[in-house]
């Protein structure tokens, strides 16, 4: 059984029997990990810190033939993200991104523009960051990394270049014109299209005015979280305690 090591953050971590935890990773090179900390729970443990959620850590573990759960032997912390994480909402917030990246994530599978994506997240909301933006920064792009963003610009009927406001298909997997459109439930406003433009051009920021408005994030909010929903088949159940 050789020693692995990984970067990860720790996306949770529960206490199971008298003193061990199990701990959910994402690890840099090998996507979702779960492992077992044995005696984390002890006092004085040598995990100390390391195994709160959203630390950066070096993860060192055994892998186990035919086990789901590898054994950690060592987490060493990076960076911590604790202080972000006084804010009530700011903590919610990760857990919602912890629990969108357990879901979307496969098991054991890199990810590695996810990886970063989430890192740069977390360091923008150290360096003082919007929450609110940050959160829709990091759903659309979860969802144009996992390959779910339907494409914004062009009616997927007609393929007409589309400027104005538009209908989301009812498989959510592209918009349609208002002439093509059979069912209008879901409108489009061009703000998303827009945002998702500004997104892959641009890093996530940290101070400074935001190019969008409070109306507009909350109308890309929507759309965003029903397209999540309807991936998912259920709702996070994280989202009940986000504004
Ligand atoms: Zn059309």
Not at 71 to 87: G, H, M
Not at 90 to 102: G, K, M, Q
Not at 151 to 179: A, M, Y
């Amino acid at each position: 059984m050789p020693l692995e090591q990984s970067e990860a953050i720790v996306l949770r971590s529960f206490i199971v029997g008298e003193q061990d935890k199990i701990v959910v990773l994402f690890s840099r090179d090998k996507g979702i990990i779960r492992g077992v900390a044995k005696g984390a729970r002890k006092f004085g443990s040598r995990f100390g810190s390391s195994l709160e959620p959203l630390s950066l850590v070096k993860v060192f573990y055994y892998e186990k033939e035919r086990k789901d759960l590898v054994t950690v032997s060592n987490c060493d912390l990076v960076e911590s993200f604790f202080e972000i994480q006084n804010d009530l909402q700011t903590s919610f917030t990760l857990s919602y991104f912890a629990e969108l990246i357990e879901e979307f994530s496969p098991i054991r599978a890199k990810d590695d523009t996810l990886y970063r994506l989430l890192i740069s997240i977390l360091n923008s909301l150290k360096g003082g960051g919007d929450l609110n933006f940050l959160t829709r920064y990091f759903e659309a792009w979860l969802l144009k990394i996992e390959g779910v963003l339907p494409e914004l610009n062009k009616c997927k009927k007609c393929r007409k270049i589309l400027t104005d406001s538009c209908w989301l298909s009812p498989k959510k997997d592209g918009v349609f014109c208002n002439h093509c459109a059979s069912q209008k439930k879901e409108e489009i406003k061009p703000e998303l299209g827009s945002f998702v433009q500004w997104i892959k051009k641009n890093t996530p920021p940290k101070k400074g005015p935001l190019p969008f408005s409070t109306l507009e994030l909350e109308n890309i909010k929507k759309i965003l979280q029903d397209i999540i929903i309807f991936h998912l088949e259920k709702k996070p159940k994280t989202l009940r305690y986000l504004k």
